[in-house]
């Protein structure tokens, strides 16, 4: 993830979130960490930033997703989070629509749901305000989220090797609508995929299960149910089980240092 800052946070399983320099990622190295947090809930798999610079972390064992604050950010330590989210079904996937609004994919349910603005400042038991589940397989244990510039929301799915897009009007009420877009794999390209992301070009970029890094160019004028060559393929060496390939601020993001 990357903060209004520009430096690089790293989610590991084992509990701690660490906060990389930009400065000092322009070269192959070790570079020390700027800030490093712990004690988070079990087993963090995913996490993103909203438009106040609180994180937002998915614990996938905890069935919870928790808040810091952009000020419990700025040093080292084991803040106790802000807000919980209690109530889900092995999470994994978080992102924030322009809305402000939280979406959580739920990997055992094969499910989809969003928390609004309101719901996240109580926190608790939530009941989502909308739920997307599966229409024919069209969510398979759904695990990394990314809106697109239109606001059309891409999920990718571990249990099917596809990645799947729900348009913006679809996301507006809970039902099991079948998707724009499915894209399956061809020659390998999808492999149990976990983290997405669009650049800014408007490219998707997918991470597999195995190591590897795949950029489909053109997704927007994609339809049904296609089976694209990606543009670009990259195996990415020491890297097993990567999550997100990035994932950009949202717009507005405010700077945290001064």
Known sequence: MVDGDGDLWVIDQFGQAVEYDASDLGADGSPSAKVTITGLPTNPLWGAFDSSGSLWIASFNGNSVVEFLADQLLVDGAPTPNVTITGLDFPSGVAFDAAGNLWVANATPHTVVMFSPAQLVVGGAL?????ISANAGSLASPVGLAFDAAGNLWVSNAGSDTVVKFTLSQLAVSGSPAPDVTISANAGSLEFPRGLAFDNSGDLWVTN???????????????????PVPTTKIAVAGLNIPFPAFSPPPLGLPIRTP
């Open 127 to 131: 009941v989502p305000e909308v739920t």
């Open 209 to 227: 299960f195995g190591g590897s890094l795949v950029q489909f160019s053109g997704v927007g004028g994609l339809s049904g149910a296609v089976t």
